[in-house]
């Protein structure tokens, strides 16, 4: 059965720095392609950027290019995002989800971290 | 590229609601759609994909269609249930980048 776990809810302030998780299991890591999806509290889904674990391939939204940095350590079966600098905009609930292919349907969800940017 | 949903449906249980979601520009068949819905405190999960696909598990009340000449994808769920109540969100790509529609909240009444 195909898994993705991500890490726990975090707490920042404006300026620091921020690195997500999302580990896959179940499945070989390399043959799913991993999205990320911010969801704004009480808004809409947002299509961020997507990798293949497999040969590193991303591609970014660009309303998220220059802004977060997606990354994949495939020994470990773990998918990142992360933030140099993050800012109170930066609040939501960051989804990880797994497709077969880079145009595909995202089969599988992670159960989504929220994260609250505030001074 | 944009996609454009209806903010809010809402009918009866045992009724039919169709969702519809607008391509803002080339052709809404040039790549696949699909179809997400998020409860409340859930994460999204597929109902449609690849147009008019449901995955398994997925009731056939679901079904999805494209409409050429309206440039626009659409869900119709027939024979409402209390728990089709959920936002709906209609996703597709462009020059190889995901667009998601800014989603549908179902009511059922």
């Known amino acids: 059965e195909v898994q993705l776990v991500q890490s726990e809810a975090e707490v920042k302030k404006p300026g620091e720095s921020l690195k997500i998780s999302c580990k896959g299991s179940?499945?070989?890591?390399?043959?799913?392609?991993i999205g990320w999806v911010r969801q704004v509290p009480g808004k809409g889904l947002e299509w961020m950027g997507i990798?293949?674990?497999?040969?590193?391939?991303?591609r970014y939204s660009p309303s998220f290019q220059g802004q977060v940095t997606i990354s994949a350590d495939k020994s470990i079966t773990t998918a990142y995002l992360q933030w140099n600098s993050l800012r109170a905009s930066d609040t939501a609930i960051y989804y990880c989800a797994a497709t077969k292919w880079v145009r595909g349907v995202f089969d599988h969800w992670g159960q989504g971290i929220l994260v609250t940017v505030s001074s | 590229f944009m996609l454009t949903q209806p903010h809010s449906v809402s009918e009866s249980p045992g009724k039919t609601v169709t969702i519809s979601c607008t391509g803002s520009s080339g052709s809404i068949a040039s790549n696949y759609v699909q179809w997400y819905q998020q409860r409340p405190g859930s994460a999204p999960t597929a109902v449609i994909y690849e147009d008019n696909q449901r995955p398994s598990g997925v009731p056939d009340r679901f079904s999805g269609s494209i409409d050429i000449s309206s440039n626009s994808a659409s869900l119709t769920i027939t024979g409402l249930k209390t728990e089709d109540e959920a936002d709906y969100y209609c996703?597709?790509?462009?020059?190889?980048?995901?667009?998601f529609g800014g989603g549908t909240k179902v009511t059922v009444l």
């Open positions: 990798i293949n674990p497999g040969d590193s391939d991303i």
């Open positions: 179940g499945y070989t890591f390399a043959t799913y392609w």
């Open positions: 996703q597709s790509y462009d020059t190889g980048i995901g667009v």
